[in-house]
Each structure stands twice: as structure tokens, then as C-alpha cells.
């Protein structure tokens, strides 16, 4: 055999290789990596190529968000789980907008508490002056 056509040969033993990897990765995940892929080509703009990391990532990520809520769900001192209780462990990642709106609301407060105590010293310090100028003439 000559080398080229051993080179074929070991591109196609390097991408069972790869495959072998491939598979044995994805079982290791909590998801079905097709799924993912699923979803994420479904919420972004028609033609964008997923990377592997960023499918391998998203996978990472929802289970340790499923496994958050089962741990909260473990804590339930009944035999069965119920919807509500379910509702009741995925409710704090549910309300993340309402969170940001509050976030925004309370930083407009702050704001305007920020810019009254600006007027403030400004008056406090236009009141004061006089009594330096009185100073500085004895």
C-alpha cells in the first residue's frame, strides 16, 4: 500500500475515533444531545451554526438546573410529588423577569433619592456660605 492510500484509512479510523468519543460523551449527559440541539436552533435566527461546547454547555446547564429542583422537591415531606409542589420548586427561576423589573424599580428609586440628597447639600452648602463670607470679613 502506498501512503495515500493508507492517509484515507486513517482520516476514516480517526473519525470513527471521534464518533466513538462523541457517543460515549453524550450518554454521559442528562439530555438527549439532539434535543438540545432542537431547542436551541428552534430560539435563534434561521442558518447559525451550533458549537459542540455551546450544545455540551446547554446540556450542563439544564441539568443542574433539574437538579436543583429535585433537590427542592426531595425536601417535600410527602410520598408523592404534586404539580404545586413542582410549580412551588421552579418558581424562583420563573420570576427572573419580574426580579430584573424590581431590579430596575429600586435602582429609579435610588436614583431620585440620590439626586434629592444632591439638592440637599447644594442648599446646605448655598445656606452655610454666608456664614464663611461673615467669617473671612471679622
Do not use: Q
Request: charged content about 45%; proline content about 3%.
Amino acid at each position: 500500500m502506498s501512503d495515500e492510500e493508507k492517509k484515507p484509512e486513517i482520516e476514516d479510523e480517526k473519525l470513527e475515533l471521534e464518533e466513538d468519543l462523541d457517543e460515549e460523551e453524550e450518554s454521559k449527559m442528562a439530555f438527549a444531545n439532539a434535543e438540545i440541539v432542537r431547542l436551541i436552533k428552534k430560539n435563534l435566527p434561521e442558518g447559525r451554526m451550533i458549537k459542540k461546547r455551546v450544545k455540551v454547555g446547554m446540556n450542563k446547564f439544564l441539568e443542574e438546573m433539574a437538579t436543583e429542583v429535585c433537590k427542592k422537591l426531595a425536601n417535600e415531606p410527602y410520598s408523592y410529588i404534586e404539580i404545586d409542589m413542582l410549580e412551588r420548586a421552579i418558581e424562583p427561576y420563573k420570576n427572573i423577569k419580574s426580579l430584573e423589573v424590581e431590579k430596575n424599580r429600586i435602582i429609579a428609586n435610588l436614583n431620585k433619592i440620590k439626586a434629592d440628597c444632591d439638592v440637599m447639600v447644594d442648599d446646605i452648602n448655598r445656606k452655610f456660605s454666608m456664614f464663611e463670607t461673615e467669617e473671612k470679613e471679622y
